[in-house]
């Protein structure tokens, strides 16, 4: 059973950084394309970035280029991601979520979300 | 890039079919795939339609996706309408630079 847990809420500053992570269990982070989606109150989904598997590298939200990292560390299978320079507009949930993977031995074909973050930005 | 264009909402009776549809405003509908997503009220989003009319394990036949290269358009058809469809629902599409788009999304209430 494929999980994704995501880190606790947090309240920042503006200008200040905030760290999400997304720890997967039952299965490997190098065989999932993890994706960040996050969604304002109220308001729809936004893409913000993920890996491109057919490039082998992750490719990000051009409206977030320059304050978005998104990294995996393989040891622990934690994802992060990191955004910088937050201003009030980036007060929003937070999820990981994966591409819909489908078990080669079992057929069983899926996609996988965490619960999500709230990030608040708030001086 | 594109943007996907969804209406804001639709309601439809219990037991009856229902469309979605997600325009796409520039380049063809049918290059990149389409998925679609369920979002019920405080829940995390998940997939109900992917790689155009593609279902995952555990969607029930009732929901199918297709696209239409003429309308430039996809479309989400839920039919025998059941209260747990009620839920918001989003196309999104990726453009040639991996860029991905999401629609607006669109309110179904089940009345």
């Known amino acids: 059973q494929v999980q994704l847990v995501q880190s606790g809420a947090e309240v920042k500053k503006p200008g200040a950084s905030v760290t999400v992570s997304c720890k997967v269990s039952?299965?490997?982070?190098?065989?999932?394309?993890i994706h960040w989606v996050r969604q304002a109150p109220g308001k729809g989904l936004e893409w913000m970035g993920g890996?491109?598997?057919?490039?082998?590298?992750?490719v990000y939200a051009q409206r977030l280029q320059g304050r978005v990292t998104m990294t995996e560390d393989t040891s622990t299978e934690i994802a992060y991601m990191e955004l910088s320079s937050l201003r009030s507009e980036d007060t929003a949930m937070y999820y990981c979520?994966?591409?819909?993977?489908?078990?080669?031995?079992?057929?069983?074909?899926?996609?996988?979300w965490g619960q999500g973050t709230l990030v608040t930005v708030s001086s | 890039n594109f943007l996907l264009t969804q209406p804001h909402s639709v309601s439809e009776s219990p037991g009856k079919t229902v469309t979605i549809s997600c325009t796409r405003s520039?380049?063809?509908?049918?290059?990149?795939?389409v998925q679609w997503f369920q979002q019920r009220p405080g829940s995390s989003p998940t997939t109900v339609i992917f790689?155009?009319?593609?279902?995952p394990s555990g969607v029930p036949p009732r929901f199918s996706g297709s696209i239409d290269s003429s309308s430039n358009s996809a479309s989400l058809t839920i039919s025998g309408l059941k209260t747990e469809d009620e839920a918001d629902y989003y196309c999104?599409?990726?453009?040639?630079?991996?860029?991905?788009?999401f629609g607006g999304g669109t309110k179904l209430t089940v009345l």
């Open positions: 979520a994966t591409d819909v993977y489908c078990d080669t031995v079992t057929g069983y074909c899926s996609d996988y």
């Open positions: 520039s380049g063809s509908i049918a290059t990149n795939y």
């Open positions: 790689e155009d009319d593609q279902r």
């Open positions: 999104q599409s990726f453009d040639d630079t991996d860029q991905g788009v």
């Open positions: 039952g299965h490997t982070l190098t065989k999932l394309s």
């Open positions: 890996f491109a598997p057919e490039d082998g590298e992750t």
